[in-house]
């Protein structure tokens, strides 16, 4: 038996092996199984250029465990190893320059990653003692046993062993026993080694019989070796890959479209990407493409790979040439991950674009579940918008579809307004807005719907890119001011009787939670709506971009702002107007004589102190001052209480206001029950 001290102290290597290297323990399952795949592979290849003439018979690699003695044995079948190739791969390779190595990197220990490690050290993150016994392929090769305890000390010795391959036993330490069960290794197998090359046994597969589960005589595989990524896209069919993604994701729907990428140059990526179908905005999952290295699990973070808007997607990539740090669990800033990324982004596009020209109605039939996809990266990529802008839709409150180019060639006519400016119109909930829909489609004009999750951002993107154009949503002005024109209808209220009902209207508006209204009076058809509610669109859009975002932005706390617009060319507007006039006339008429009597006092006196400092005014004429203005007060006071009361008592102005806030959904709890009060004795 040979024994042998590496030279450095256990308190120094170890504890950088599990702190930088392993921090996450379950990985040392993939690691070994790895290295076994490994062995196995080389020992195939000797076998295809005749350095190995033996026959390979079975090379599955077998996991087994041992509840009672606490160990966990993984074994293979592949190229073995001889003492010397022990010292060489083991002893020198793991241990050499150890000395050298901490003292390098002891500042800076992750400067580990990419300069030292071995998929062996892994087995010391849950062993307080690893063994492998071995034999190489070679003729006449002596089987070694090697056993270290974690320790810089270890023993080399002869063993018995009939068969080639590598069995490496660890024994697991109190700390990580959780490990010796068949359910945690099963959980591992399959998330670590459900694809690797070589088959991968765990056990026996069992069958119910005599009312019992019972072992059988067949091998419990575990991983699938030739998985539908590395084969030939003209080999599979839809139904291929539409069983490989339920297999991946077993309880989501069955995709929209898959993108199965195949570059050997200037790199080497194979996978294949799903279009998922979200049910809702709200329902938006990342970290759902599993990043692969020569088959073997790496991670499901892909955002250094993938570019944003395509972590939406779902599927699995592989790659040897992606930059991944020393344990294999992260990807590493590298020039190849742009390349990759920008390679990955242009496949989508070409796909997209395939399907668009060869079947546009399934392009249309699935734009509704493909269009968060599509307007993310068009938000987020430079290069993507520029090829998705050819087939990127816009659909309409009627359910049609039109490319962008399409669709202006369509509303330029009749919705250009007097600036020469583009106007699209846009509902984001043609069930809440339909009165305004009605309104705009009865002028001729179009109104699409942009009720998507990335809407609010998209409409600003696009008003960005496409010159003289704007959106504007159908309820954020009166329809005759959506899309200006010259013609104007002329108001048939009196400036005095607009003031007058700014009040009665204001008065009776009811109090809705963070809302805000301002009564304002546009000349519309007699025979448009008496009253209704809009929008400013600036205000209202930047409060849905702050939504979306966390609601951090500033316009995010702002109270909702809203008109109450009220058509003053409307006849039963202008019924209360004359009602007003005759029920009050005389006493605003005084009350407006007086105020017309004090602010020409009070303009005497402002024209008197002008030019003068303070000490200047004599104090009478300050006096004076605040008195006249105490006067204007109570009288435009006064004014607004008789309006009050009179509103009050008007049925006929709560119902209009009612009635508008009823078509913008507005009227809730005890407005909406007193309005159907008030419209029972109405009628």
């Not at 209202?540 to 975002?549: D, F, I, T, V």
């Not at 006092?601 to 300050?622: T, V």
Request: charged share 30%; with cysteine; aromatic share 10%.
């Amino acid at each position: 038996m040979q024994k042998g001290n590496i030279g450095v102290s256990t308190e120094n290597i170890f504890p950088i092996i599990k702190k930088y290297l392993y921090s996450d323990h379950e990985i040392f399952l993939r690691e070994l199984i790895s290295n076994a795949v490994d062995a196995t592979q080389k020992l195939k290849t000797f076998a295809s250029v005749g350095e190995f003439k033996g026959e390979l018979g079975d090379t599955t690699i077998r996991v087994s465990i041992d509840t009672k003695k606490n160990t966990i044995t993984i074994s293979d079948r592949g190229v073995g190893m001889t003492a010397e190739e022990i010292e060489k791969y083991i002893n020198q390779l793991a241990f050499s320059g150890a000395n050298d190595f901490l003292e390098k990197y002891k500042k800076d220990a992750n400067a580990i990653i990419g300069h030292f490690g071995l998929g062996f050290y892994s087995s010391f993150m849950v062993s307080k003692k690893v063994e492998i016994i071995t034999r190489s392929f070679r003729d006449d090769a002596q089987p070694v046993k090697w056993s270290c305890d974690g320790s810089t000390e270890f023993t080399i010795e002869d063993a018995k062993k009939e068969e080639r391959g590598t069995d490496i036993i660890l024994y697991i330490d109190d700390e990580n026993k959780n490990f010796v069960d068949k359910n945690e290794i099963s959980k591992l197998l399959k998330k670590y080694c459900r694809f690797l090359p070589v088959e991968i046994a765990f056990g026996k597969k069992t069958e119910w019989k005599d009312g019992k589960e019972v072992e059988t005589d067949e091998d419990n595989v575990v991983n699938e070796t030739n998985p539908l990524w590395t084969r030939k896209p003209a080999d599979l069919t839809d139904e291929d890959y539409q069983k490989f993604y339920r297999d991946l994701y077993p309880m989501s729907d069955d995709p929209l479209f898959n993108i199965h990428l195949n570059v050997d140059y200037p790199f080497n990526l194979t996978g294949v990407l799903y279009f998922p179908k979200i049910k809702s905005n709200i329902e938006i999952q990342k970290n759902k493409i599993q990043l692969y290295c020569n088959q073997v699990y790496v991670t499901d973070s892909v955002e250094g790979i993938v570019p944003e808007f395509l972590t939406l997607l779902h599927g699995v990539l592989d790659s040897p040439d992606i930059p991944l740090n020393v344990s294999r669990s992260y990807l590493q800033s590298d020039g190849n991950v742009k390349k990759i990324s920008s390679h990955i982004t242009k496949k989508v596009a070409d796909r997209l674009e395939e399907i668009f020209k060869s079947d546009r109605k399934i392009f249309e039939e699935k734009w509704d579940d493909l269009k968060l996809f599509i307007e993310y990266g068009m938000l987020t990529d430079e290069k993507f918008y520029d090829r998705a802008v050819k087939f990127a839709l816009l659909k309409n409150t009627e359910g049609k579809y039109f490319t962008f180019e399409e669709y202006k060639e369509i509303v330029k006519t009749n919705q250009t307004d007097k600036d020469d400016q583009l106007v699209y119109l846009y509902s984001t909930n043609k069930d809440d807005q339909y009165t305004f829909i009605e309104a705009a489609k009865a002028k001729g004009y179009d109104v699409l719907l942009m009720d998507g999750h990335f809407d609010s951002h998209f409409v600003n993107h696009i008003e960005q890119k496409f010159e003289k154009t704007r959106f504007v949503r159908v309820d954020s002005d009166v329809v005759d001011k959506l899309i200006p024109k010259d013609e104007q209808h002329e108001m048939k209220l009196s400036a005095e009787q607009k003031e007058n009902l700014t009040s009665v209207f204001s008065s009776q508006v009811p109090q809705v939670a963070k809302s805000h209204f301002m009564v304002s009076f546009e000349a519309m058809g007699e025979t448009d709506t008496p009253v209704m509610i809009t929008q400013q669109e600036f205000m209202r859009r930047m409060k849905e971009m702050s939504a979306l975002q966390g609601g951090g932005m500033f316009y995010g706390e702002m109270p909702d702002s809203y008109n109450l617009v009220v058509n003053g060319n409307h006849p039963l507007v202008t019924k209360i107007a004359g009602d007003v006039d005759e029920q009050l006339g005389e006493k605003l008429k005084t009350i407006n004589s007086r105020v017309t009597s004090l602010n020409s006092r009070k303009s005497e006196l402002e024209a008197a102190k002008k030019d003068k400092k303070d000490e200047e005014i004599p104090q009478a004429e300050k006096e004076e001052m605040d008195d006249v203005e105490k006067k204007i007060g109570e009288q435009n006071n006064k004014k607004s209480e008789l309006l009050k009361d009179y509103a009050s008592g008007n049925k006929l102005v709560s119902q209009l206001i009612d009635l508008a806030l009823l078509s913008n959904n507005m009227l809730k709890g005890e407005a909406l029950n007193k309005f159907v009060k008030r419209s029972i004795e109405l009628i």
